[in-house]
């Protein structure tokens, strides 16, 4: 996700996305439980199949170069998302009939805690619901590191697709919602194989992008090509959108 401010603003600033209003009862969960999130949005439809609820975890001292999301790197900035208000958000999104939940950042695995417990709210709400819905996670942690560190990656059992890598900005891909060709996609359940097998080597003519402006901000969802993001914002510009900084240049 890049953000891209109109009026000097930090593209950090917490969003809530749709706005949801929560009705039904409260999920017995941990409400002490909390991530230090970015922004909440749905639905997405760019990082994962279907229509998604997307979380975006704050805070990443990976600092891979050439990140569109810079804005996410700060552990200072964003909000805090309880289990609870989670649970919440995600009972409507299913009632909603979407098909699945994107965490991303920001690098999730810096809060194992916190995604775990999202992780196992969100499989919790998808039984209640009887509802197929997929969760997919994206970290920065290559495959190795997942291996030497257990404790940390026992954050990520809950999740049934894992994207992982680095971003390396020289080695581009066309693999579908990777964004360098070290990236990989790993199913790590029946629901996982069965919702990614098809876009394992997928590799579409163009990635889809979703461009969404609120309060002052414009903000891109999805993972672009390169060019892609000067490509809009030169768009933008010519549509009178006078842009004070973006959230993938330093």
């Known amino acids: 996700m ?48 279907g229509r998604r609820l997307g979380v975006w975890f704050q805070g990443c001292t990976l600092a891979c170069p050439g990140c569109m999301s810079r804005h996410t790197w700060e ?21 909603d009939g979407l098909d699945g939940l994107t965490v ?40 190795e590191e997942l291996a030497a560190d257990p404790a940390t990656a026992a954050a990520l059992d809950g999740a049934d697709a894992v994207i992982t890598g680095r971003y390396r900005a020289g080695q581009p891909t066309r693999l579908a919602w990777r964004g360098s060709a070290n ?3 790993t199913t790590r359940t029946a629901l996982g194989r069965e919702r990614y097998a098809p876009y394992l080597d997928h590799r579409p003519e163009r990635p889809e992008l ?17 060019g892609d993001l000067g490509r809009i914002e030169r768009d933008l510009v010519r549509r009178g959108v006078t842009l004070r900084e973006t959230s993938w240049r330093p």
């Open 2 to 49: 890049a953000g891209l401010s109109q009026d000097g603003g930090s593209p950090a600033a917490a969003d809530p996305g749709t706005a949801v209003t929560d009705t039904a009862a409260p999920t017995v969960v941990a409400p002490t439980v909390a991530a230090l999130v970015g922004q909440v949005y749905r639905p997405v439809t760019s990082l994962g199949p």
């Open 75 to 95: 552990a200072t900035g964003g909000r805090e998302l309880t289990v609870e208000r989670f649970a919440a958000l995600w009972r409507a999104a299913l009632a």
């Open 104 to 143: 991303s950042g920001g690098e999730p695995l810096e809060q194992p805690a916190a995604l775990a417990a999202l992780l196992a709210a969100a499989d919790a709400e998808r039984r209640r619901a009887g509802r197929p819905a997929d969760l997919l996670v994206y970290t920065g942690w290559e495959p």
């Open 183 to 185: 990236q990989r996609l």
């Open 210 to 226: 979703q461009v969404r402006v609120s309060e002052g901000e414009v903000r891109v969802i999805g993972v672009p090509r390169p």
